[in-house]
């Protein structure tokens, strides 16, 4: 049982070191569309929403990936 | 007397961590979430500026009126926003938002040169067509669209970004 803890404590910090990487991608984007926005620029709005929802789709995965885990014996 | 205690209250870390790293990873979610929030915010308000009609038309002047000083300051599109006309050296008229483009200090005409020159950080801007011409301004003053309506020279809209 403790081995199997380990091995699950390990997976979701795995899976948690990603969720850091998008999260960063995910501030750059906001940051930069906010910073365009701010000097009048709205080019980069749209599609930077686009992939930050998409980040958030994936980390929201991820997520419930880790419930899931949860429920495993 | 200590093993006795580890004994009654057995802690085992690899749960302990686990715990932590979930409830970690949930925030990171929430945050992730907020930003995708802002993200569509932003998005949004784009859509609204680009769909947005233009302001109302707003009187600036006479031609008489601005052929006699060479400019003239006016409030267009709120009453919070400075805008200057002025007559170039080629007749033509042409009006632009006041504030710098760099922290927003009103600019000043200086007609012998055709530009707006902005004592702040000794920035400049063309008349012409609104392009720095020198100094930290990152981009060209915001121009007005006007309309000559038989002697009358109206505001009627600010051009999108270039
Ligand atoms: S505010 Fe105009 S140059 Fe800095």
């Not at chain 2, 006041?98 to 922290?103: A, D």
């Given at each position: 049982m403790k081995e199997r803890n380990r091995q699950k404590s390990q997976v979701v910090a795995a899976m948690q070191l990603f969720n850091f990487i998008l999260l960063v991608l995910q501030m750059w984007l906001f940051v930069g569309s906010l910073e365009n926005a701010l000097r009048?620029?709205?080019?980069?709005a749209l599609p930077s929403a686009a992939a930050s929802v998409l980040i958030l789709g994936v980390n929201i995965w991820i997520l419930l990936g880790v419930f899931r885990l949860e429920r495993e014996p | 007397m200590h093993d006795k205690v580890k004994e009654d209250f057995p802690i085992d870390w690899e749960a302990d961590q686990y715990v932590c790293r979930r409830e970690f990873l949930k925030f990171m979610t929430l945050a992730s979430g907020g930003l995708a929030v802002g993200s569509v915010s932003i998005a949004a308000l784009s859509r609204l500026r680009r769909s947005g009609a233009q302001p109302a038309a707003v009187f600036v002047c006479t031609s008489d009126e601005l052929r006699t000083t060479g400019w003239r300051e006016f409030f267009y599109p709120g009453t919070e926003d400075p805008c200057i006309v002025v007559q170039l050296k080629s007749g033509k008229v042409a009006a632009y938002s006041?504030?710098?483009?760099?922290?927003s200090c009103p600019v000043l005409w200086q007609a012998k040169n055709d530009r707006f020159y902005c004592p702040c950080h000794n920035g400049a801007f063309s008349a012409?067509?609104?392009?720095?011409?020198?100094?930290?301004?990152p981009r060209p003053l915001t121009r007005v669209i006007l309309d000559i309506r038989g002697g009358e020279i109206w505001a009627v809209g600010i051009e999108s970004e270039r």
């Open positions: 009048g620029d709205f080019g980069m | 006041r504030r710098c483009t760099h922290l012409e067509d609104g392009s720095v011409l020198q100094g930290p301004p």
